[in-house]
């Protein structure tokens, strides 16, 4: 009963830490081969782990008394590459042996438990940034500035809307409505501003380039079923971008009488 205890106690913080990988973005490949390590370095040498997108599934000693097996459902959430950076040295420290079961389980549940930037901070730095890749495709300062200040009206309301556990596609087609709007009222205000790179720039945050990045990854590296998954994921949410900066667009262009061209 010790044994049967002691592995499933093992496999318990392996799956774990797997899934608080998996839960902040990260690859499939990654995941898979943290937990796999964990097992190792524990003891463990008859495993089967199965990672997809969503989920992990994992085995240990299925042909022993002591047989454990453990299913993890993991909700696709928002990329935190701290919390990989963090993961991936926890997982050295454990493969190196330099980390007991009881201090591995204490640093996770830190880990967990690790609040993220001050939300003024996150909302200035949404505003930086779509300022900058306004610049980059072509805006001048003058549109940049204007950039900046609709990147945090949309974290500000990605801020408020999260709250109601609201769809993330519904959030996407919104926030960039709002984006777009916010651009085209200023436009016929008569303030000069390239509205056209002022929307680029302020829908940025919402574009899932690691996303994509990680469903190449994935499909690369051979993980078919979970990178087709980000890769839906990842276009599903481009659409949804489209749609409301294309429903913005045209509210504006019947409202005005085709004031506003593209």
Request: charged share 20%.
């Amino acid at each position: 009963m010790e044994n049967k205890q002691e592995s499933r106690r093992i496999l318990d913080l392996a799956v774990s830490t797997g899934e608080v990988l998996l839960k902040n973005g990260g690859e499939i490949y990654r995941v898979q081969e943290t937990v796999t390590r964990i097992l190792e370095a524990y003891g463990i040498e008859d495993y089967n782990v199965y990672v997809v997108t969503n989920g992990i599934f994992a085995t240990v000693r299925e042909r022993e008394e002591d047989a454990s097996s453990m299913v993890r459902y993991v909700t696709i959430g928002d990329v935190n590459l701290q919390m990989i950076e963090d993961i991936n040295q926890l997982s050295r420290e454990i493969w190196e042996g330099t980390c007991s079961i009881d201090e591995a389980y204490e640093r996770l549940e830190m880990y967990k438990k690790k609040k993220l930037p001050d939300k003024w901070m996150r909302v200035l730095a949404c505003g930086m940034g779509s300022a900058g890749f306004c610049y980059l495709f072509g805006g001048r300062l003058y549109d940049s500035a204007i950039s900046f200040f609709l990147g945090m009206l949309l974290e500000v309301f990605l801020f408020t809307a999260s709250r109601h556990h609201t769809s993330k596609f519904i959030l996407n087609i919104i926030g960039s409505a709002i984006v777009t709007a916010g651009a085209l009222v200023l436009y016929m205000a008569g303030t000069g501003i390239w509205f056209d790179k002022v929307i680029i720039g302020g829908i940025i945050p919402l574009v899932p380039g690691v996303a994509l990045t990680t469903a190449i990854r994935d499909l690369f590296g051979g993980d078919y079923l979970s990178g087709s998954i980000r890769l839906m994921d990842a276009l599903m949410t481009a659409i949804c971008i489209a749609i409301g900066v294309g429903a913005a667009i045209k509210l504006f262009q019947f409202v005005t009488g085709g004031a506003v061209l593209i």
